[in-house]
């Protein structure tokens, strides 16, 4: 595939000077589980420092890597100091700890492949919705523009089965209505306040 070919936001993403390329491919894996496989580019560069080529490696994540403690795993560790740095809230305190806590359980593959401003903007918003009664999306695009991740957060007194539906058919509608998107992955999960997660692809 030539660079050329590939959407702007690709491109950029592409020649960038960052080491790593993190992501989903929009293929599924045929053996161990049925799941979109991991994609890990490591770019090659000229002695100016110019982008010149990628080894790239495909498969799937162990389950140690979702399971385990984002302390247990380098690079999301170092990635969540950074964020908690970046957040100027003091160590320790409430909303320090909250953030934390966001962080350790956000859903791992968000975690890898999300950049850190992005992770900052969500572990912020979710912060400062604490007792307070709201519903809040937040939507990364996969700057290869293969998909759409969304994360909806609602209150758990606000929280049930219908309100979970009808974000679904929510995202669903506007999302194929903006840019024609298949639903690849759909899913919810629950812990503390239950807030509704969900993601969407292209």
């Known amino acids: 595939m030539f660079l ?5 936001s690709a491109q950029l993403e ?6 790593l390329i993190l992501t989903k491919s929009n293929a599924k894996s045929r053996i161990h589980r049925s799941a979109y496989i991991d994609y890990i580019g ?4 000229d002695k100016s420092g110019k982008v010149i080529g990628e080894h790239r490696f495909i498969g799937l994540y162990t389950s140690a890597a979702y399971h385990q403690t984002v302390i247990h795993i380098p690079l999301i560790r170092n ?5 908690l740095e970046a957040s100027g809230f003091t160590p320790g305190s409430h909303s320090w700890k909250a953030l934390n806590n966001e962080l350790e359980t956000y859903p791992r593959d968000e975690l890898i ?11 912020i918003g979710v912060v400062r919705m604490q007792n307070r009664d709201m519903l809040r999306l937040f939507v990364r ?8 991740s969304c994360m909806v957060y609602v209150d758990k007194e606000r929280y049930d089965t219908d309100l979970r539906q009808k974000n679904t058919k929510g995202i669903k509608r506007i999302f194929r209505f903006l840019s024609r998107c298949r639903i690849y992955n759909l899913f919810y999960r629950e ?3 239950k ?3 969900y993601r969407a692809g292209q």
């Open 14 to 19: 592409a020649k960038n000077t960052e080491l």
């Open 113 to 123: 492949q999300a950049k850190e401003e992005e992770m900052l903007e969500v572990g």
């Open 195 to 197: 807030n509704a997660l």
């Open 42 to 45: 490591i770019k090659k560069f």
């Open 191 to 193: 812990f503390i306040s």
């Open 141 to 148: 695009k996969d700057p290869f523009g293969r998909f759409f």
């Open 79 to 83: 990635r969540v100091k950074r964020i």
């Open 4 to 8: 050329s070919s590939l959407p702007e």
